[in-house]
C-alpha cells in the first residue's frame, strides 16, 4: 500500500494500492504528486505567456493601433491597420493560451487530479491560437 493517490487518466478510476495500470482500462496511473508538478508547470509557463505578452501588448498596441504615425522614440509601425489588429489579437490568443494553462494548472495543484474540461480548454485555446496564427501569417504574406 501507498500512502499517494494513483489516478486513471484515462477513466479516472483512483486508488491507494501501488498499481502500475488501471485495472479498467489498462491505462498507466499517475501519482497525485507528479499530476501537482506539472500544474506547477502549467502555472509557471502561463504566467510568462500572460504577462509577456501583456507587455508586449501595452508597449505596441498603439503603434500597432496607428499605422505610420511616428511615437517619440522614433518608432513606428509600417504595416495596414489591418495587420496591427491581426497582431494584437495573436497577442491576445496567446494570452488566451496563458490562461487556460494557469487554470488548468491551479487545478491539478489544489487537487492533484486532471479536469478533461480543463483540458479540453486548453486544447481550443492552443487551436485558436494555431488559428489566429494562421491568419496572421497570411495577413502579412
Same mark, same amino acid.
Given at each position: 500500500?501507498?500512502?499517494?493517490?494513483?489516478?486513471?487518466?484515462?477513466?479516472?478510476?483512483?486508488?491507494?494500492?501501488?498499481?502500475?495500470?488501471?485495472?479498467?482500462?489498462?491505462?498507466?496511473?499517475?501519482?497525485?504528486?507528479?499530476?501537482?508538478?506539472?500544474?506547477? =508547470?502549467?502555472? =509557471?509557463?502561463?504566467?510568462?505567456?500572460? =504577462?509577456?505578452?501583456?507587455?508586449?501588448?501595452?508597449?505596441?498596441?498603439?503603434?500597432?493601433?496607428?499605422?505610420?504615425?511616428?511615437?517619440?522614440?522614433?518608432?513606428?509601425?509600417?504595416?495596414?491597420?489591418?495587420?496591427?489588429?491581426?497582431?494584437?489579437?495573436?497577442?491576445?490568443?496567446?494570452?488566451?493560451?496563458?490562461?487556460?494553462?494557469?487554470?488548468?494548472?491551479?487545478?491539478?495543484?489544489?487537487?492533484?487530479?486532471?479536469?478533461?474540461?480543463?483540458?479540453?480548454?486548453?486544447?481550443?485555446?492552443?487551436?485558436?491560437?494555431?488559428?489566429?496564427?494562421?491568419? =496572421?501569417?497570411?495577413?502579412?504574406?
Amino acid at each position: 500500500m501507498t500512502n499517494d493517490l494513483l489516478t486513471c487518466q484515462g477513466c479516472g478510476y483512483q486508488t491507494h494500492d501501488a498499481l502500475s495500470h488501471c485495472p479498467r482500462c489498462q491505462r498507466p496511473l499517475m501519482p497525485a504528486r507528479h499530476i501537482r508538478r506539472l500544474g506547477w =508547470v502549467l502555472v =509557471v509557463i502561463g504566467l510568462f505567456l500572460m =504577462v509577456l505578452m501583456g507587455t508586449i501588448t501595452f508597449y505596441l498596441a498603439p503603434s500597432l493601433l496607428q499605422p505610420g504615425f511616428q511615437r517619440a522614440g522614433g518608432s513606428r509601425f509600417t504595416g495596414t491597420a489591418q495587420q496591427g489588429i491581426s497582431a494584437l489579437m495573436l497577442f491576445g490568443a496567446v494570452m488566451l493560451f496563458g490562461f487556460t494553462a494557469l487554470i488548468n494548472g491551479i487545478w491539478q495543484i489544489r487537487t492533484g487530479r486532471r479536469n478533461p474540461w480543463l483540458l479540453y480548454a486548453v486544447a481550443a485555446a492552443g487551436l485558436i491560437l494555431l488559428g489566429t496564427f494562421w491568419s =496572421v501569417y497570411t495577413s502579412f504574406g
